[in-house]
Every structure is written in C-alpha cells, then in structure tokens.
C-alpha cells in the first residue's frame, strides 16, 4: 500500500526558513508525478509546486523565488524548501503523487495518492 508522510512542518517568524519532506513507501518517485499543495483556513487547495521526470519543477507565482521542490529518488523523499517566509504562506502542506508515468506535471494534476499534511504557520 502506498504511503506518503510529511515532516517538516512548524511555526516560524515571517522571513524565515523551512524544508519539508515527504517520504514514499511503496512507491518509485521515479519517472513520476509529485507534488506539494497547500490548503490555508477557509481556503481551497492549491498547487504549490510539481516535479516531473526529469527534474522539471513548476512553481506557482505566489512562491516563486521562494519555494524550490526536490527530490532524491535514493531515499524516495520528496522536498519543498521555503525561504522568506510570509504570514500567508501558513496552511497545512500535502504532498501527492500520480500512479503512473506522466511525461508533465501541471499544478492542476489530478493526484492518485495523497499524504495527510504537514502544518506551517508564519506570524508576522
């Protein structure tokens, strides 16, 4: 059965630091699909960044510069390094995987398999 936890989660001041990991069980990150999405209080869920193989990233807007998602396929661990940090980057952070292969990986893939999230709360 196929597993993802993420660790890594925390309270930190605003400009400040945090990586999150998502570790695999049964499951080979790679070739794949991976993800991390965040979901704010009284907010949807929204991509955050994806990894396809190759190690081609898509960032949203809202992180880009600031966020970097990584992988390394030896320890089938999924990242998503954070740097200035603001207040409205709190929420809980999934990570998420497609089954199969798939060759791109936009923000708004659907995803087979889903961890049950880290929080992260920034005060200002």
């Known amino acids: 059965q196929v597993q993802l936890v993420e660790s890594g989660g925390g309270s930190v001041q605003a400009g400040g630091s945090l990586k999150l990991s998502c570790a695999f069980s049964?499951?080979?990150?790679?070739?794949?699909?991976m993800a991390w999405y965040r979901q704010a209080p009284g907010k949807e869920r929204e991509g955050v960044a994806t990894?396809?193989?190759?190690?081609?990233?898509t960032v949203a807007d809202s992180v880009k510069g600031r966020f970097t998602i990584s992988k390394d396929s030896s320890k089938n661990t999924l990242f998503l390094q954070m740097s200035s940090l603001k207040p409205e980057d709190t929420a809980i952070y999934y990570c998420?995987?497609?089954?199969?292969?798939?060759?791109?990986?936009?923000?708004?893939?659907?995803?087979?398999?889903w961890g049950k999230g880290t929080p992260v709360t920034i005060s200002s």
């Open positions: 990894i396809a193989p190759g190690h081609r990233t």
């Open positions: 049964e499951y080979d990150t790679d070739n794949k699909c």
């Open positions: 998420a995987a497609v089954r199969g292969y798939r060759e791109v990986c936009p923000l708004d893939q659907d995803m087979d398999y």
